[in-house]
């Protein structure tokens, strides 16, 4: 890693500007879910102990470069106060008048909160005025904020050219896990890949069949997968006009010695609800009137025996229909599975997305895995391969 962290860094009686992800869920004027603002207390917590002086920058919602007062950081102050144990102080602006006077007013272990980034058009811009305009606040940069490091923002690219920068404690952690399992991976490596739509998932199968050594694939675009191999898949959701793509993702995984697999029996219904009547067959035979929503247990047991197999795990997406039982067995089973054997020290176990963290929370393994990513696109961009302006501006 050619980064650094904040170990690495001098905060004695400095300004940190410290770059976080407080994109939480709000309600009626107060904020409904804190796990965003708990996750950045540890590099607060961090820079304090060393002297520093610490001023948030962060944004919230898409306001488009307009100052939009719904869309005020201002709302998550009680939240970070709880988080943090300590007054948080607050500016108007988070450049200009406003933020030099409040960083101004600062003694060391204070912490600042400034107001929403994109509430200028420079920030998405990645504006080098703005970057200046950030920069000249304070005397660090600090990135916690992996979740929003696929967008070369000015203030999570921008800002980081301009002084001493490091990664956060979330940062770091995300990286290291993310290290773990795609850039120095204990081989066999397998990946999980699920979901609706094989054509969301272009670029991210393209990078994994060259990268891993399994390839499980699930959710409505295993479907797409059966279909290009010449089995009806019914009334099932498949891209259908996605099967020629889906070919070349199988050649391409053969001649890179990557083993894809995909269901072998699957649970089918006529309706798509909680507790709908449903019957286990094989992959192939599908009624014509019925649908694939899940995944069937010889295909788990199957799966199972890769994860046993395999020393590194990544997971995107579930199995099957999750969200409504019975459909939700297939994920709930194989997400047991890897948390055995992540628990046993066998597995190491990387998962991340929007469904994959609702699935696994709902499998109650959450907790089990060796690490989770709540970085929605950043999470995906990495598994695609694809450089993170964020991260790279760190190096």
Not at 4 to 25: E, S, W
Request: net charge negative.
């Amino acid at each position: 890693m050619s980064w650094k962290t904040i170990d690495d860094m001098d905060f004695n009686g400095k300004v940190a500007l410290v770059r976080v992800d407080i994109n939480v869920p709000v309600e009626a004027g107060r904020v409904t879910d804190a796990t965003r603002i708990e996750k950045i207390v540890p590099t607060v917590k961090a820079i304090q102990e060393k002297g520093g002086k610490v001023v948030l920058l962060a944004h919230f919602g898409r306001p488009k470069g307009q100052v939009v007062p719904e869309m005020s950081l201002r709302v998550t102050l009680p939240a970070l106060e709880a988080a943090l144990g300590q007054k948080v102080s607050f500016a108007e602006d988070c450049i200009g008048g406003p933020a030099k006077k409040a960083v101004a007013a600062m003694a060391p272990g204070d912490v600042l909160l400034l107001e929403n980034t994109r509430f200028h058009a420079g920030e998405e811009k990645n504006d080098p005025a703005m970057a200046a305009s950030l920069a000249a606040l304070g005397q660090v940069y600090v990135n916690d904020a992996f979740s929003a490091a696929h967008r070369a923002h000015a203030s999570t690219e921008g800002i980081a050219h301009l002084m001493a920068s490091c990664a956060g404690r979330l940062m770091e952690a995300e990286l290291k896990a993310l290290d773990a399992a795609l850039g120095d991976p204990m081989r066999p490596v397998v990946a999980v890949v699920g979901g609706a739509k094989v054509s969301t998932k272009l670029d991210l199968l393209g990078n994994l069949v060259e990268k891993v050594n399994h390839l499980v694939i699930g959710g409505g675009m295993a479907n797409t997968f059966l279909v290009a191999q010449g089995i009806e898949v019914g009334a099932s959701l498949a891209e259908r006009d996605m099967a020629d793509t889906a070919r070349a993702i199988l050649a391409k995984a053969e001649e890179a010695n990557c083993a894809i697999h995909l269901p072998t029996d699957v649970v089918v219904a006529r309706e798509f609800k909680a507790g709908a009547a449903n019957q286990t067959v094989a992959a192939g035979a599908c009624p014509a009137d019925a649908m694939i929503l899940d995944a069937g247990p010889a295909t788990v047991t199957a799966i199972a025996d890769v994860f046993t197999a395999c020393r590194t795990l990544i997971w995107n997406g579930p199995l099957g229909a999750f969200e409504i039982e019975p459909f939700d067995a297939a994920t709930n089973a194989a997400a047991a599975k890897a948390a055995e054997l992540t628990k046993a020290g066998h597995l190491t176990s990387v998962a991340g997305g929007g469904d994959t963290v609702a699935a696994l929370n709902k499998a109650g393994v959450a907790g089990d895995f060796s690490y989770i990513s709540t970085a929605g696109g950043a999470f995906l961009e990495w598994m695609e391969g694809k450089t993170l302006p964020g991260v790279a501006a760190l190096g």
